[in-house]
């Protein structure tokens, strides 16, 4: 087996040691690729593998792989989607208000509007605390503000940057914008039916999505799947019954505890509620990791794309051992040919961004 691989991103070839990282040469070739947390969670990073053999970054069969994860250990053809370069902006808070006894809304007004994609997050670093990354939502009621952001902050316990929300973090306090970042972004286009399903917070870049899409076109079939902890913790029933005004939208909202409440409320799992899927459905997803697993698993049995963001809270630190340091050891092993990586002054070189926790959108 060659010793060098040629990669090809988006049509621009460059070679690599076999056994890098993809992510790593990609950078060191001056090919601009996004980028985050660099531990596999957040998704920034996530390519679509069009022909080749990668080790690691991805679940067996599916093509989409995290490139900060993924060891070259072959010839490659890699195609990314053009999204929007990220910023840093300064802002300031400009509400807290209490959604429900778990969710916080946070408004921060930007100096200028910010150049994002429905279900996009951002990274929010309060002044005087660790930066945590969010997703930007549409206005559970009334029309958005280019000025303005929404966030939905899930509380946790003990958590540095949830518990100040309202005592520490309030109106007029300062904060670092940094984004956007994120794949699970709305694609345009798309004739078919678009599955939504989020949990918790994870209903802030569906709510997003959703809105995007009617806008694109209002006479499409929509399934939105909502599942939270309670009936207090459905904080999004204002936004809901703006979307029960289109006929073509089916919603199902849950919730994991018991309730004998409303019938209309489902229980169990939301895959437990997902239509059967098609090759002609798109289906995005947003929360609790295995949650997101779960459905992209049987999207892909279906034959159905699905783009997932799933909310971790801390991020992998351990590295990577065993089985990974011999493979490399192993495709390494031969000394002669190796090319040392050789940046082109003339290309661009993406910034390394380090995220504290991530994905996709925190929204913790």
Not at 296 to 324: H, N, W
Request: proline content about 9%.
């Amino acid at each position: 087996m060659s010793k060098i691989c040629k990669v090809t991103i988006n049509d621009e070839p460059f070679l690599a040691n076999r056994g890098e990282l993809l992510l790593d040469w990609a950078l060191m070739n001056g090919i601009d690729l996004p980028h985050d947390c660099r531990s596999g969670i957040c998704g920034a990073c996530r390519v679509r593998l069009v022909d080749g053999q990668v080790f690691g970054g991805h679940s067996r069969g599916d093509d989409m792989i995290h490139a900060c994860q993924a060891r070259i250990v072959s010839d490659l053809a890699i195609a990314i989607e053009a999204a929007p370069e990220p910023v840093a902006l300064s802002a300031e808070v400009t509400q807290t208000v209490q959604l429900a006894p778990d969710v916080v809304g946070v408004d921060i007004e930007l100096p200028k509007p910010l150049n994002y994609l429905p279900g996009q997050y951002c990274k929010l670093q309060f002044r005087g605390f660790p930066a945590r990354p969010y997703s930007p939502t549409f206005p559970l009621e009334g029309a958005p503000h280019d000025h303005l952001l929404h966030f939905h902050i899930r509380m946790v316990t003990d958590g540095l940057v949830s518990s100040a929300l309202g005592h520490e973090i309030r109106p007029g306090h300062r904060v670092k914008l940094t984004g956007p970042y994120g794949r699970a972004f709305f694609r345009q286009g798309h004739a078919g039916r678009i599955v939504l399903v989020a949990s918790g917070t994870g209903f802030a870049p569906m709510w997003s999505v959703a809105v995007a899409a009617i806008m694109e076109q209002p006479q499409r079939e929509m399934v939105f799947i909502v599942q939270a902890r309670s009936i207090r913790s459905l904080y999004m029933h204002a936004a809901l019954c703006r979307l029960a005004l289109f006929p073509n939208v089916t919603l199902i909202p849950m919730v994991s505890e018991p309730q004998q409440i409303s019938h209309a409320i489902q229980s169990g799992r939301p895959t437990d509620h997902l239509p059967k899927l098609s090759p002609d459905d798109v289906v995005y997803t947003a929360g609790a990791p295995a949650m997101t697993d779960a459905v992209a698993r049987i999207a892909k049995a279906a034959g159905a794309m699905c783009y997932t963001d799933p909310f971790v809270q801390e991020p992998r630190t351990a590295e990577q051992s065993g089985l990974m340091s011999r493979l490399t050891g192993w495709l390494n092993e031969p000394k002669s040919g190796p090319i040392a990586p050789q940046p082109d002054p003339a290309r661009k070189v993406a910034p390394m961004h380090r995220g504290v926790s991530a994905v996709g959108a925190g929204n913790r």
